[in-house]
């Protein structure tokens, strides 16, 4: 279980101003097992609580626990999936799967055979030599996603994973997203800004919105599981995904009003 | 209709000879320069030009006879003994400025100062300094290639993607593990860029310096002939120099070819 | 503050004060004998700088615009850059003499490959989809030329221009102190002959301190052509 009580994160401005609040006061409590989809308009923080949630952004005040242990910094419990995949240019398919492996020492045997496994499971069979600029948005995305699951974190944390690559990619690797996680028990919080994905992934969606960052509120999906791209013919589906619009853009009236 | 594996020897019998091809047309601009020198140092007999064949045939007597050998080894040896070091303690102070900008900003003002003076300035200084021996050699080789090495590895740590650094940490990576693993191989384009301009400034200083001195090595020969006017063991002399610098670029490019494949964009 | 320390703690001949190496300079400057060395080393480091800059810039973008013009020259181009050039001045001596114009020569060699070599660069960043664009909009030769590549190229012509230039102080410097001791070639060799390592120290410093003046100068040319260039793009 992730805890997050009034998490509060401040940067300096650049302009040498007031520091701007990233995130304000933020509670949230995440189940074992459970899918979160944290959805809000740029700006809102939800990369800055991920990556909190990470220990790569050191808290101003409030707390972040997993368990019972607060969080300090990156810990073996925790994988994150990045933006814009941070491979590294200068290592093949293999290896840059076996690079968290290869930084908690496992033997040089032990990340063939898992970079192997995973390379399986994200279907880049055949690819294992080949370099990062050699492979599409999507199948570099697959990395990144192997290169996560490899080390077997508890949690899986993922930043706009598919922002930056084509809708037709994004819809088959949200199939295999869907297909993975359904077997896995993980837990899964998943950054977006589009609330399609939100819906389609999320057991739960939780609302941000900017200026300061704030959650504003956590609504139930309540799709059936397991799930398939099927979903969005659903009633409900459409009905959840209007709803989450309305919202959007009172935020978005509220914000020029102000 | 031939077999699959004959199909294959054909292909690459056309691709070496595509290859030698593009190697042959590549070379023409320089033959026909070569030819024109050997018509022009025929035809108008000034005494500063002898035909390229005579010049050639000059290197590879002084070579054969072995009256090049002393001056070559020494040249070098003090090559060597210059630039080794200067590759070693240049990444290693360029990767120390690239971690920490407190030490750029104390040390980067020499570091211009050093890569924007010329060299051969110094070496009297040396001279003066250190006396008339031959690890003033190796030292001016150390000073011609040192600094833009350092300068060449500090920018490829800064080049280094702060994504690469913050994915690193996420999956629990020590400093240490930054460094060595994303941080150094960030740095090598760069600083293979650095060695490659710094083996070129190396050859530069240690000739300016060994013409400067006139006691050991190439240069000191290209100064002796040239103040004979000895035309034909000059340029046999400077040829060997040429070929020198050649196969010491070339074999850095090589190396940078080899070892930064992945840091080029796809054709 | 470190050569003081030095210079102090070794109360050695050879390496002056900072204090003796200041007083030489401006007993130097005030004899106007340092003026006169600047001025006869400089003359011949001008001429030969803007003669290689006036063949290299031109020559340079030729090789990025036409590539039978690259085929041509990159092989000369590489053999000029990997050459030590010092090691062709006695050739110069010979062809061309002792005087001005063997000097000059020697400066256009050491500095027309880097200028030629990053002016291609520079034309070569301009970004052919950029040259493609403005031919479509049925630019010619010579609009393309003055509203697209010289401006685009400009960062590189003038990185290959400074770097050139500081080739250009080397190649006055190397030329004096090898063969032909003039200006402030003359000057070092005077005081090391004399063992007079204030004067020596003295000398260097200003040519140190010219080549660093030139290299700021020069940067920020290549700075505000850059953020030109770049505006361009963003046009």
Not at chain 1, 168 to 184: A, F, N, V
Not at chain 1, 190 to 201: K, N, Q, R
Not at chain 3, 151 to 174: C, E, H, K, Y
Request: net charge neutral; charged share 15%; aromatic share 8%.
């Amino acid at each position: 279980m992730i805890t997050i009580e009034s998490a509060r994160v401040r940067f300096a401005s650049t302009e040498g101003g007031a520091p701007m609040v990233a995130l304000a006061d933020v509670s949230l409590t995440i189940a074992r097992g459970e899918f979160l989809c944290i959805l809000g308009p740029s700006g809102c923080g939800k990369t800055t609580l991920l990556k909190a949630m990470m220990g790569l952004v050191p808290l101003d005040s409030g707390q972040i626990r997993i368990g019972s242990h607060a969080v300090t910094g990156p810990g073996a419990d925790r994988a994150m999936v990045f933006q814009n995949y941070a491979l590294l240019p200068w290592a093949d398919v293999t290896a840059n799967i076996a690079f968290g492996l290869e930084l908690r020492g496992a033997s040089r045997e032990e990340c063939a055979r898992q970079a192997a496994h995973w390379i399986k499971a994200v279907g880049l069979g055949g690819f294992e030599h080949h370099l990062p600029r050699q492979l599409s948005g999507g199948m570099q995305q697959r990395v990144g996603l192997a290169r996560a699951l490899a080390v077997e974190p508890e949690i899986l944390l993922m930043d706009e994973p598919f922002g930056a690559v084509d809708a037709q990619t994004r819809r088959l690797l949200q199939e295999d997203l869907l297909d993975l996680m359904q077997r896995s028990g993980k837990t899964v919080v998943f950054v977006t800004h589009s609330m399609e994905e939100a819906v389609l992934l999320g057991d739960r969606v939780a609302l941000m919105s900017p200026r300061p960052g704030r959650v504003r509120e956590v609504i139930e999906v309540g799709l059936t599981r397991p799930r398939t791209a099927s979903v969005e013919r659903e009633p409900r589906f459409t009905e959840l995904k209007e709803y989450l619009w309305e919202r959007l853009r009172a935020m978005r009236d509220e914000a020029a009003d102000a | 209709m031939p077999d699959g594996a004959g199909r294959a020897r054909v292909a690459g019998l056309l691709r070496l000879g595509g290859w030698a091809g593009g190697e042959l047309v590549a070379a023409v601009p320089l033959l026909a320069g070569l030819a024109v020198w050997e018509l022009a140092g025929w035809m108008l007999g000034f005494r500063f030009l002898p035909p390229f064949s005579r010049v050639l045939a000059t290197a590879v007597g002084m070579i054969a006879g072995g009256e090049l050998m002393a001056p070559l080894g020494a040249s070098l040896l003090s090559l060597a003994a210059g630039y080794l070091p200067a590759a070693g303690l240049g990444v290693t102070l360029g990767l120390l400025m690239g971690r920490s900008r407190g030490l750029e900003f104390v040390l980067s003002p020499y570091l211009n100062a050093f890569m924007a003076t010329p060299r051969i300035a110094l070496v009297p200084i040396l001279y003066i300094v250190l006396g008339l021996n031959r690890a003033v050699q190796a030292v001016v080789v150390f000073l011609g290639a040192f600094f833009v090495i350092v300068w060449s590895t500090m920018r490829g740590v800064r080049s280094a993607d702060r994504d690469h650094v913050e994915m690193a940490r996420a999956f629990g990576a020590t400093k240490r593990q930054v460094m060595w693993k994303i941080l150094l191989p960030s740095a090598l384009p760069l600083t293979l860029a650095g060695l490659r301009l710094g083996i070129g400034q190396a050859i530069r200083a240690m000739i300016a310096a060994e013409m400067f001195i006139a006691v050991f090595g190439l240069g000191a020969l290209l100064r002796t002939y040239g103040g004979r006017f000895d035309a034909e063991r000059l340029l046999a002399v400077l040829l060997v120099v040429v070929a020198v610098a050649l196969v010491c670029a070339l074999a850095a490019a090589r190396l940078d070819r080899h070892l930064t494949a992945w840091s080029r964009t796809p054709r | 503050m470190a050569w003081e320390g030095a210079a102090l703690t070794s109360g050695s001949l050879l390496l002056p004060t900072v204090e003796a190496t200041a007083w030489r300079l401006i007993e130097l400057a005030g004899t106007g004998e340092l003026w006169h060395a600047l001025w006869v080393s400089n003359h011949a480091a001008l001429l030969g700088f803007a003669l290689a800059g006036a063949i290299g810039v031109p020559l340079g973008l030729a090789m990025g615009r036409w590539p039978s013009a690259d085929w041509f020259f990159d092989p000369y181009l590489n053999v000029m850059l990997a050459t030590p050039m010092p090691a062709a001045i006695p050739v110069v001596i010979m062809v061309a003499g002792l005087g001005l114009p063997a000097r000059v020569l020697v400066v256009v060699l050491f500095a027309l490959a880097t200028i030629v070599f990053h002016a291609r660069a520079g034309f070569r960043l301009v970004g052919w989809e950029l040259l493609e664009m403005s031919s479509a909009f049925g630019a010619s030769e010579w609009q393309l030329w003055r509203k697209v590549v010289l401006r685009g190229a400009a960062p590189g012509i003038w990185l290959g221009v400074r770097l050139g230039a500081i080739r250009a102080v080397s190649a006055m410097v190397t030329i004096e102190l090898l063969l032909v001791a003039v200006g402030m070639g003359r000057l070092i060799l005077d005081a090391q002959g004399s063992l007079d390592a204030a004067g020596l120290f003295a000398s260097v410093m200003v040519i140190v301190a010219e080549s660093v003046l030139l290299a700021h100068l020069f940067q920020r040319f290549e700075q505000d052509a850059s953020q030109a260039a770049m505006g361009m793009a963003a046009e």
